[in-house]
């Protein structure tokens, strides 16, 4: 894995603290209602509650922090020196 540059964590940084925001909001709905109705385990709660905020992560992450990132380093010439 490459290093990140001083823009690249910044531009990463953003949507991951949206996105893990975001995961607890989800995380906490799926939690409540999995308990308000009772049709799940204490234990399959928790897995369907993780998978929420996982996937909300991601969400946010892939799209708006490594998409932009992969499209700038494509679109860079071989070789360019970057500015850190």
Do not use: K
């Not at 909001?25 to 234990?43: C, K, M, N, Q, T």
């Not at 490594?66 to 679109?75: D, Q, S, T």
Request: hydrophobic residues 50%; aromatic residues 8%.
């Amino acid at each position: 894995m490459q290093n990140l540059t001083a823009p690249e964590r910044q531009t990463f940084v953003g949507p991951l603290v949206v996105g893990c925001v975001l995961g607890t909001i989800v995380r906490l709905a799926s939690w409540g209602f999995d308990s308000e109705y009772g049709h799940l385990d204490r234990w399959r709660m928790a897995v369907s509650a993780l998978n929420a905020f996982l996937a909300s992560i991601a969400v946010a992450t892939v799209p708006l922090g490594v998409l932009p990132i992969a499209i700038r380093r494509l679109r860079q010439p071989r070789g360019s020196i970057q500015d850190e």
